[in-house]
């Protein structure tokens, strides 16, 4: 179907935004389409995409359709020959990332789910979603105290330069500011951290592409926006095939 990846990306605030910066930091080929998490990504015809309705979804060089934030960022990281964003395999660096992107795509990521719910759960009381706020946000502090604790003095999450950890966490990090779950300042490691990755011009592409931006510049590795009615479209056929 296509002989280059295409990635797609929701919006808005989407956890996919640290795996666009992850393609961008890795400088391979690959194309974009931009998911509205709030409509497009509910159709019937996005589900046989994706029967979990969720982003991110990578369509790989040869047709398959490839789920979840950590199967995308292994792909990644087995394409990674010049060790751009990821480490030598069976190595201890290597391993300690493996923990990291683990705990970043289930503790860390998991704990701000009272806060969707409490904020899309059509027919709950406000009782209940106060409930779910409070637990959110007891939770959220709870994995900030713990990532603040595993992050040491290096510049990224594992030394000197980003890698795929960084890209997990920056995508759902900045959901701390849309839920004022916590104090910011109260974590300074993990502070310093966001500041550090959200100044970086592959997450501001990240973020501008999010934002409908289609004249912003990245690293020359995106050829292009995939409108979503292609990618479903093509898939479908591929299927049927």
């Known amino acids: 179907m296509t002989t280059t990846p295409i990635f797609t990306s929701g919006f808005p605030l989407g956890s996919s935004a640290g795996l666009v910066a992850a393609f961008e930091w890795l400088g391979q080929p690959y194309r974009l389409t ?33 789920t979840e934030t950590m199967a995308i960022a292994l792909w990644l990281e087995a394409r990674d020959s010049e060790r751009r964003i990821s480490f030598v395999p069976d190595t201890p660096e290597a391993d300690r990332m493996h923990q990291m992107i683990a705990f970043l795509n289930t503790a860390f990521t998991g704990a701000f789910g009272p806060l969707w719910v409490a ?60 839920h004022k779950a916590v104090n910011p300042a109260d974590y300074p490691r993990i502070l310093a951290l966001r500041n550090r990755i959200e100044a970086d011009p592959a997450f501001r592409f990240a973020v501008a592409i999010e934002d409908g931006d289609v004249t912003a510049t990245g690293s020359g590795a995106m050829k292009g926006l995939v409108p979503l009615a292609e990618v479903l479209r093509d898939t479908a056929a591929a299927q049927a095939a």
């Open 34 to 66: 931009r998911v509205d998490m709030l409509g497009e990504m509910r159709s019937e015809a996005y589900k046989r995409l994706n029967g979990r309705v969720e982003t991110p979804v990578l369509i790989t060089s040869d047709g398959r359709v490839l």
């Open 119 to 178: 904020l899309e759960a059509e027919h709950a009381s406000e009782a209940e979603r106060e409930t779910l706020r409070k637990f959110g946000r007891d939770f959220v502090a709870t994995r900030h105290a713990q990532l603040e604790a595993m992050i040491g003095d290096s510049a990224y999450l594992l030394g000197d330069k980003p890698t795929l950890a960084d890209a997990v966490f920056s995508g759902v990090a900045r959901w701390t500011d849309f």
